[in-house]
């Protein structure tokens, strides 16, 4: 977990980095500026007690794809519980609207079709690798699925991969 914390600091603001030794200023570089290690480690260590708590009480993986799907009918018993889940993913943010006064600064930088596109191939690639990255990224690693570890480096590379090319290509 702090690996990844770290690495999350890292990449999150090597971009930043750059820009400021370039004298460059801009939205996209103020809102990585929001994120520090402790923040990243802080919410590793919210994501790995969910993910816990979720398999200590329910026997269950917490794979945000997979509860989000099950959400749609046919419903089961468990229908209560997933509601709770995605609940507690929307009330987080005003969690932190409550305990700070404000929301760290938003900007997107693409129209609604592209994020209308990306939501689909995010959820394209959930379903076609059978689960998403907290599934297997998450709760597939702790348990050293072979199948989750591969899935996450195809993540990761490809969340690589296309960020060079939207900052550097396009």
Do not use: E, K
């Not at 570089?29 to 919410?43: H, P, R, S």
């Not at 749609?72 to 609207?97: I, M």
Request: proline share 4%.
């Amino acid at each position: 977990m702090i690996v990844t914390s770290l690495f999350s600091y890292i990449s999150n603001n090597a971009h930043d980095w750059r820009l400021q030794r370039a004298g460059c200023r801009g939205p996209q570089n103020d809102m990585i500026n929001q994120y520090t290690f402790f923040t990243a480690l802080l919410g590793g260590a919210l994501i790995g007690l969910a993910a816990v708590m979720m398999m200590g009480l329910t026997g269950r993986i917490a794979g945000v794809s997979g509860i989000a799907a099950r959400l749609l009918p046919p419903w089961d018993g468990a229908l209560a519980g997933r509601l709770a889940f995605v609940a507690g993913l929307v009330a987080a943010a005003l969690a932190v609207r409550i305990a700070t006064g404000s929301l760290p600064p938003l900007v997107l930088q693409v129209g609604p079709t592209a994020l209308a596109a990306a939501g689909l191939l995010v959820g394209f690639g959930a379903v076609w690798g059978n689960g998403c990255t907290s599934g297997h990224g998450v709760c597939g690693i702790a348990s050293l699925s072979p199948r989750s570890i591969l899935a996450t480096l195809v993540f990761m590379a490809t969340a690589v991969a296309t960020t060079f090319l939207v900052r550097h290509v396009m």
